[in-house]
């Protein structure tokens, strides 16, 4: 079972290991996003930071739906599903992945190509308008960093 699908760009660090996992119980870590599949070494600390709370699968958006069929066969899995960006989570939905009724928008950090929208949310153009997308799909995007945070709603942010 999916117990969460996030969008990151950090992917998995501190706030998923210490804010989000232990809330969430998830036994199980897909990271679909084809930098960090290709990424050895960022594969390997990433795998030892989960080391005895989970396994970790690191997919491309396209390789994630079958993967995550298979996964989701087992009763006892929990399941977080990270995104590197909402462009990540379309390319899964587009290759057969499960829509998700609600998304965690979590950190989206600032690169010199985007626009900062408030505490750890900066979005590209592209970035907008795939969360924009997303939204016009029916996904709740659930904007916030924590599981105590209150949630932001981005839509007004996105327009």
């Known amino acids: 079972m999916i117990v ?13 290991l210490e804010a989000w996992m232990p809330v969430i119980q998830a036994n199980v870590v897909v990271v679909a996003n084809e ?38 066969v087992n009763p006892d899995s929990k399941i977080l ?3 590197g960006s909402p462009q990540d989570l379309l390319a899964f939905i ?34 907008r308008k795939a969360l924009l ?3 016009k799909m029916g996904i709740v995007l659930d904007a916030r960093a924590t599981p105590t945070d209150e949630p932001v709603d981005l839509l007004p942010m996105l327009k």
């Open 4 to 16: 969460l699908y996030r969008i990151d760009n950090r992917l998995i660090h501190a706030q998923v």
């Open 35 to 72: 930098e960090m599949r290709k990424d050895e070494l960022r594969r390997q600390i990433a795998t030892a930071a989960l080391a005895g709370h989970a396994q970790v699968y690191f997919l491309s958006p396209v390789e994630a739906p079958a993967q995550l069929e298979d996964l989701s």
């Open 81 to 83: 599903v990270i995104f």
């Open 94 to 127: 587009r290759c057969g992945g499960e829509k998700p009724r609600q998304i965690n928008v979590g950190g989206m950090h600032y690169a010199i190509t985007k626009i900062s929208l408030g505490r750890y949310r900066t979005f590209s153009d592209v970035d």
């Open 133 to 135: 997308e997303l939204h």
